[in-house]
């Protein structure tokens, strides 16, 4: 039951950043589920095989990458769209808070920590972003480089 409301509501997320983000509206579906699908992959690399949560972030954020090139060939719309709803899901907002909150009460110990969690896990999302584009284009050299043989 616990994995219906996370794949619910991380839809719902996806979706409506989709719309902020000026998504068309035919492809806020695909958007959705991308970014699903990227939650649900977090989810389960956490919960159910102890991944770290920077490992996770990393895998999750090169399935969005890989899903957004593909999509957006497909669909012939600019990758940003499924990227952004994609990773919406993986933001770390939450440490983000208690790492501001943390410095505000003068507790700098607990704060430094919670922000270098904050820039490893976007690190970890943004490499994930850029291994995926790295991965598409070796295996698109390796297809033309096959059908020329």
């Known amino acids: 039951m616990d994995y219906v409301i996370q794949a ?6 996806s979706t409506c ?4 983000f000026n998504a068309p509206f035919r ?3 695909y958007c959705g589920v991308v970014g699903m699908t990227s939650w649900l992959i977090y989810f389960v690399l956490t ?4 991944f770290d949560i920077i490992h996770a972030s990393f895998a999750s954020a090169m399935f969005v990458g890989i899903c ?10 600019p990758m940003m769209i499924f990227n952004v709803s994609g990773i919406i899901p993986l933001v770390p907002g939450g440490t983000s ?26 690190g970890a999302i943004a490499m994930g972003i850029v291994f995926a584009e790295v991965f598409i284009q ?12």
């Open 138 to 149: 070796v295996m698109r050299k390796a297809m033309t480089k096959q059908k020329t043989v």
């Open 17 to 20: 950043f989709g719309v902020i």
């Open 8 to 13: 619910v509501v991380s839809f719902l997320a």
């Open 97 to 122: 808070y208690n790492a501001m909150r943390s410095l505000m009460e003068n507790d700098f110990t607990m704060g430094v920590q919670y922000s270098a969690r904050v820039f490893m896990i976007a």
């Open 68 to 77: 957004a090139h593909i999509l957006a060939k497909r669909l012939r719309v």
């Open 47 to 50: 919960e159910l095989y102890a």
């Open 27 to 29: 492809k806020l579906l």
